[in-house]
């Protein structure tokens, strides 16, 4: 076991029960079925023994145990998350990779926190199948918002059967009251903790070994007022507690122990105690009552060990230079003596924190001796980490800053930028910012990789400007000592601050200055520097390389057998892909990425960051809308606000195709807000702003419309050719749209050169498409052709149907020349069923079409997609010169007289359908097979005869039928959710608020219509 690993165990043990304990029953009935709830809080200042308690009533429960034993250095929510998740695992193998891998992104923002706390719970849901007790000693150590701010979570999203123990010297800040409120929450306080006069007598027997006399148990209820740990010494000591023996401490009737509420005097003002030494006197008398009768080399083991957190035989017996710790620490847990085994780890124990208050009192100023040397002994073990805190402790500077410098890079690697922050404000008073003039301070220009890390934690905490001037410190002194390993580092986290910025060139050319560096070491360790290169590589327009660079670093994970880090490889492969165009790729990497996680859960919350558009490019939008809204969903349960940009763009996207305008500019103006919140994601707000613009400007809102794809353009133009060439793409089809049809041509022209160079299909097909359309206006009827193939061809390489509906303006010049020169006809079939009666005036028109062959196949087309409009121009041509233009005219007369009919009917079947099944999951295919037509088919001629969509038409339903069972039963809200056919209250509490204009609650509330 590594040395870091030990740390971690000895944290996550409990303290082992002995043989002199004492029974209470009436606390542990107090607590009985509590387990049920989501939380027990058990508060009372030291030594009343909170920790004995908990411990015995995790004896009365059959869940297993997590116990958390907190200290100071748990103030840092990465170290709190991966020793919470340690513990876990000890139950759940595998427990947390989720949560770890979003830690290891760094930032350490209270964003990230909520992300990483919400993947707990999601995973906790998933997989726990029976219960779970995480019990949290020593909690009131915990003074970081952010730690509190991942227990909060947890309590508020536990899944049943998960309860939680708080044991501390405080209330924790926490939102009890609504637990409260909501009967889940146990409270055990010290009131409660207080022996009472027939415990104190059981238990200064059991200390004694027999029967205590009524007037010794009474003295000590009045002197100690029910203190356990005053108490057990009392007991220990083998003297009478009687009145003239205590009084000296200065407590008279009315000791003032932890807790206590001082009595008031007439004018309401709190009475101050008489004069003397108090409780912590009391104690400490009554425990060198017992430390002088221990041997003298149990009472020098006791007083050097007194620094250390966690005791084990083999550290105890380097650290001492001696062979007889175990013998030692043996007797004293025998003893009861304050030191408490720890259970599950042989050997390991602490002390009572009380007692070792005590023990670092005596040993004075030798305790600074004794903590540097632990240090030392650390470094030795490999826990430079430990040693960190063992020098700072003794204020041993120097020895602290070579530690810090030795574990800082590991321990930021591991998300835990503000453990090495909280080392550097140690070091503030010690560590000058100018060569010192006299005393012990030290020139931090000697010391560069402190000035690093003080440079990568400003990074992470977001502050730019800072991080900017000292990473070029750090640069530049270990440019100058020839420190390879610190340069690299330096140029990495530059590196970050670059593409931050929206730097693209720089970022990666310091990028690819680092690799060559790194890729000789474990791919764990330089895989995100990989990572951070594809994504600007990408945003660069370089697809190409972006692959290649995945690629190697693919490999490389293979070779190592990586299975944490390779699913994460594949969903950045697949986004490229996605952005090339190349969607049938992308989709495949994005599901062999799936597989190949060790936890389906760990690629899950990134699965969906590009397939609603995917399958909304290619037509199939009911399934991009689920999507859509999946994707939104679990990013926003996650706490991911940084992918939620891209997450409503899409949702915009696909409910523009939809027609659902007024949803598509809620989701792109949601994207904007978020984007410009998230702060650096200047391509989601630029491309966002894009297509608002677009969709405004097609709405008629043309002003506000080319002022928005202005701003979208402004903001592109500072990034890389590739953002920009995406954005002006978007601008030109607005620029369309408001007739400014020379300045579109500007735009689109310089769009395709750009997009040319780096390659990107999907934008090239509207490029083309418009460019074809340019030329049929200019009578170029040979650019016309050569763009329209070029459209055609691309587009049905990707299947990419979407485009034609959308972009109609742009799509019938390509489908005109299309027909007439025979291009890509089956692909041209699917768009032309697609587009349904809406595409009838364009075929209608070619109907006078000179060529037979060209009447041929839109006679073929009129047959599938036309409507009675089209019978008296299909009637003409039944009398065709062309025997073959005659035969394919009587085809399609034949056809469309019988159509309007059949689709009627089939329309109403789908409707009774979806009326009797509305509780059932929607299945567009299954629908569509009722009305006997296919999928696409169903789609158009479902809208065109109800004026929805059938996924739209089903929610109507549901909504209807929860509005009568809300009106009429008493059904809870979440059984009616069920009930309607809604997966989960959330979407069910959206939607129907989107319809009816108010919550399902307060539309209980209102009067009856």
């Known amino acids: ?53 908990v411990s015995q009533f995790l004896g009365t429960v059959d869940s297993p145990v997590v116990w958390y034993q907190i200290d100071s250095f748990d103030n840092d929510p990465a170290v709190f998350v991966q020793h919470l998740t340690a513990g876990i695992r000890r139950h759940l193998a595998g427990f947390g990779d ?13 964003e990230q926190t909520r992300q990483v706390s919400a993947a707990l719970v999601n995973e906790l849901a998933a997989r726990l199948e029976k219960g779970l007790m995480l019990v949290f000693d020593d909690y009131h150590l915990i003074r970081e918002p952010q730690v509190h701010q991942v227990l909060e979570v947890l309590l508020r999203y536990l899944s049943p059967g998960v309860h939680v123990v708080i044991a501390g010297r405080a209330t924790p800040p926490l939102p009890l ?96 105690p008489r004069p003397g030494r108090g409780w912590r006197d009391l104690y400490t008398y009554l425990a060198a009552e017992v430390f002088n009768d221990l041997p003298e080399d149990v009472k020098s083991f006791l007083l050097a060990t007194a620094v250390l957190e966690v005791l084990t035989p083999a550290f105890c017996d380097t650290f001492l230079g001696r062979s007889d710790a175990q013998r030692i620490l043996e007797f004293l847990a025998m003893r009861g003596f304050f030191t408490i085994a720890l259970a599950g780890e042989e050997g390991a124990y602490r002390y009572h924190q009380l007692f070792r208050e005590f023990l670092l009192d005596k040993i004075g ?4 001796l004794f903590l540097r040397k632990a240090g030392e002994c650390c470094l030795e073990a490999g826990l430079p980490e430990a040693a960190v805190e063992y020098f700072l402790e003794a204020r041993a500077y120097e020895q602290a800053a070579a530690a810090i410098e030795k574990a800082g890079v590991p321990v930021l690697r591991h998300g835990r930028w503000q453990t090495v922050r909280r080392w550097l404000w140690s070091l503030s008073g010690w560590l000058s910012p100018a ?157 062999r990425g799936v597989k190949m996680a060790p936890d389906p859960c760990l690629a899950a919350y990134s699965l969906y960051d590009s397939i609603a558009v995917i399958y909304r490019d290619w037509g199939d939008l009911d399934r991009a809308l689920a999507h859509a809204q999946k994707s939104i969903e679990v990013k926003e349960q996650l706490g991911l606000l940084g992918a939620l940009p891209w997450a409503y763009c899409q949702l915009g996207a696909v409910l523009s195709s939809l027609g659902d305008m007024t949803g598509a500019e809620k989701s792109f103006r949601r994207s904007v807000e978020l984007a410009r919140g998230a702060g650096g994601e200047c391509f989601f707000e630029a491309l966002s702003l894009g297509l608002l613009g677009r969709l405004l400007a097609a709405g008629g809102r043309l002003a506000e419309g080319l002022a928005l794809v202005n701003d979208a353009l402004k903001i592109a133009r500072e990034q890389s050719d590739y953002i920009y060439g995406a954005v002006l793409e978007i601008a030109a089809v607005a620029y369309v749209q408001a007739g400014k049809l020379q300045a579109a041509a500007g735009m689109m022209n310089q769009a395709v050169a750009i997009l040319e160079r780096i390659g990107a299909s999907y934008s090239l097909c509207i490029g083309y498409g418009f460019l074809a359309g340019a030329g049929l206006a200019r009578d170029d009827a040979g650019e016309a052709r050569r763009y329209a193939a070029r459209c055609l061809e691309l587009a049905a390489a990707g299947n990419y149907l979407q485009i034609f509906i959308d972009y109609r303006e742009l799509a019938f010049p390509v489908l005109r020349l299309g027909i007439e020169y025979g291009l890509e006809m089956s692909f041209l ?121 059938s996924s739209d038409y089903l929610l109507d339903i549901r909504v209807e039928k929860a509005r009568e069972m809300l009106r009429t039963t008493d059904q ?38």
């Open 435 to 591: 060569p010192p003039r006299h005393g012990p301070a030290s020139d931090r220009r000697e010391r560069p990789w402190l000035v690093f890390l003080e440079g990568a934690v400003a990074l992470c905490a977001g502050r730019l400007a800072e991080a900017d001037v000292l990473l070029e410190q750090a640069r530049a002194a270990f440019t100058a000592a020839g420190d390879r390993e610190g340069l690299g580092q330096a140029l990495l986290y530059q590196a970050r601050l670059f593409r931050s910025r929206g730097d693209y060139q720089k970022s990666l050319a310091l990028l690819e200055t680092v690799l060559p560096w790194l890729t000789h070491r474990p791919v764990n360790e330089w895989f995100e520097v990989s990572l951070e290169q594809s994504f600007v590589l990408t945003l660069q327009g370089e697809f190409d390389r972006a692959v290649h660079s995945l690629r190697q670093v693919f490999a490389a994970a293979e070779w190592e057998d990586e299975k944490r880090i390779a699913p994460k490889l594949a969903e950045h492969l697949g986004q490229v892909y996605y952005v090339k165009g190349e969607y049938a790729k992308a989709l495949e990497t994005y599901r």
């Open 829 to 949: 079939d699917q768009i032309l069923k697609r587009l349904g009666r809406t595409a009838a005036p364009l075929l209608l028109d070619l109907t006078a079409h000179p060529d037979p062959q060209v009447l041929c196949r839109v006679l073929r087309l009129l047959a599938q997609a036309g409507g009675e409009e089209a019978l008296p121009a299909v009637a003409a041509l039944l009398q065709h010169l062309h025997q073959s233009v005659r035969k394919r005219a009587r085809a399609a007369h034949r056809s469309l007289q019988g159509l309007s009919q059949v689709e009627k009917e089939n329309i109403n079947r789908a409707v009774a359908y979806l009326r009797e099944n509305f509780t059932k999951k929607y299945h567009l295919a299954d629908v569509a097979r009722v009305a006997n037509l296919s999928p696409y088919h169903f789609t158009r001629v479902f809208k065109a005869q109800t004026g929805k969509t």
């Open 177 to 272: 009251a609504r637990l409260r409120a909501d009967g889940l929450l146990t409270e055990i306080g010290l009131e409660e903790l207080k022996f009472n006069r027939a415990e104190i007598a059981a238990l200064l027997a059991l200390e004694k070994g027999g029967p205590v006399s009524e007037q010794n148990v009474a003295a000590a209820a009045r002197e100690t007022q029910g203190w356990a740990v005053a108490l057990r010494l009392l007991g220990s000591t083998g003297f009478a507690p009687d009145p003239d023996s205590l009084a000296g401490f200065g407590f008279g009737e009315r000791p003032v122990l932890p807790g206590t509420v001082l009595p008031t005097g007439p004018a309401g003002r709190r009475s101050r």
């Open 365 to 368: 100023n030798n305790r600074f």
């Open 972 to 1009: 809870t809200i979440t059984e009616i959710c069920f009930q309607c056919g809604f997966c989960n209250p959330s979407h069910f509490a959206t939607v129907f608020k989107r319809r009816v204009g108010v919550g399902p609650s307060e539309y209980r509330k209102q009067d009856p219509p």
């Open 1 to 53: 076991m590594s040395g870091s690993a030990m740390m971690m165990t000895t944290k996550l043990l409990a303290p082992r029960l002995g043989s002199r304990l004492l029974d209470r029953p009436r606390l542990l009935k107090a607590l009985a079925g509590s387990e049920n709830r989501k939380l027990t809080v058990v508060a009372a200042p030291a030594g009343y023994g909170k920790t004995v308690l």
């Open 98 to 110: 989720q949560a770890l891998t979003l830690l290891a992104r760094g930032g350490g923002s209270p």
